[in-house]
Nanobody, 121 residues
Framework: QVQLVESGGGLVQPGGSLRLSCAAS????????MGWYRQAPGSQREVVAS???????DYADSVKGRFTASRDSAKNTVYLEMNSLKPEDTAVYYC???????????????WGQGTQVSVSS
């Protein structure tokens, strides 16, 4: 069983900052890519940021220069530092990890429960 637990969402004013965390727990061998997605009401889930096991990152154009993804592989945790937040960043944010549970299971994608980020004055 693999669980991803997110924390750090909340309400912030435009221009403010938030830091999201997502920690994996349970029984598994390794974690490959980690990422953050978001889903606004009435919209499809979209990728926000991704980070490989080697630390290479990629971002959606809408958040480049404002959001930073990082990971602590020893803690099986991924972070999303969000600065200069805008109202259009309002969404439920989900973390995702590619996890190898056993030597024969291969890598499977797991999701966090989601955390609400609201940007409003």
């Amino acid at each position: 069983q693999v669980q991803l637990v997110e924390s750090g969402g909340g309400l912030v004013q435009p221009g403010g900052s938030l830091r999201l965390s997502c920690a994996a727990s349970g029984s598994f061998l390794s974690i490959n890519d980690m990422g953050w997605y978001r889903q606004a009401p009435g919209s499809q889930r979209e990728v926000v940021a991704s980070i490989t096991s080697g630390g290479n990152t990629d971002y959606a154009d809408s958040v480049k220069g404002r959001f930073t993804a990082s990971r602590d592989s020893a803690k099986n945790t991924v972070y999303l530092e969000m600065n200069s937040l805008k109202p259009e960043d309002t969404a439920v944010y989900y973390c995702s990890m590619s996890v190898e549970r056993t030597s024969w299971s291969g890598f499977e994608q797991y999701w966090g429960q989601g955390t609400q980020v609201s940007v409003s004055s």
